[in-house]
């Protein structure tokens, strides 16, 4: 499902990038000289293309064996990441151009503190990237029934009481000095699949920068 799901978040992220950073959207390396961090890399599905749009990535999971499957796989394709495992909170971690988290918020404990700790990475003219489920009936059924018992993802992966809405997560980054500048849903049909909507009943994206900055 992960596999499925990257290339419709980089659609947007590509876009994103472009606009924010005033890139060349034909540029190969639209991230070239720029920082990135991805928060919950997993075992680095956003790191690696991020790292082939020219970013010096690190990527950071929780979890050890992510980052062993990720390293593994980077060493393989040849590319330079650093990859680090433990929270974000304990990492000694400068500023980045680029910060995305995938799927993680509706995870963690605190989420105005998570959005905290990525704000403060985030240089002052950088841009964030942040996608999570919706809290809807359409995301309860397909998202977490549906999905468990179709082997989609396995029993257990989602919490449906924490999951947030646009208008949460939207306060929570508020609330960080964040402004959402873009949103868009990631939604499901029979003919095209996942793809990007203004339907955001299951899933959304959003991009984001420091208020006022420019």
Same mark, same amino acid.
Request: net charge negative; hydrophobic share 40%.
């Given at each position: 499902m992960l596999h499925k799901l990257n290339p419709v978040r980089l659609g947007f992220i590509r876009r994103q990038i472009d606009m924010h950073f005033c890139t060349d959207e034909s540029a190969m390396k639209p991230l070239l000289g720029k920082s990135a961090l991805d928060v919950g890399c997993g075992a680095g599905l956003?790191?690696?293309p991020l790292a082939r749009l020219g970013a010096n990535v690190t990527g950071v999971d929780a979890a050890d064996e992510n980052i062993a499957a990720a390293k593994a796989h980077s060493a393989q394709s040849g590319?330079?990441?650093?990859?680090?495992?433990?929270?974000?909170?304990?990492?000694?971690?400068?500023?980045f151009d680029l910060v995305t988290s995938m799927e993680v918020? =509706?995870? $963690?404990?605190?989420?105005?503190?998570f959005v905290g700790e990525l704000a403060a990475r985030l240089k002052r003219d950088g841009l964030m990237i942040l996608s999570t489920p919706n809290r809807t009936a359409a995301s309860k059924l397909f998202l977490v029934e549906a999905a468990e018992r179709l082997g989609q993802v396995p029993r257990g992966t989602h919490d449906w009481d924490k999951f947030l809405t646009? =208008?949460? $997560?939207t306060a929570l980054l508020t609330d960080a000095g964040l402004e959402v500048i873009a949103m868009e849903g990631i939604a499901f049909s029979p003919l095209s699949g996942l793809h990007l909507s203004s339907n955001k009943a299951l899933n959304y994206i959003l991009?984001?920068?420091?208020?006022?900055?420019?």
């Open positions: 956003l790191c690696e590319l330079a990441i650093d990859y680090r495992a433990g929270e974000l909170a304990t990492q000694k971690l400068g500023q918020i =509706e995870h $963690v404990t605190d989420p105005a503190a646009p =208008e949460e $997560v991009a984001a920068r420091h208020s006022g900055s420019v």
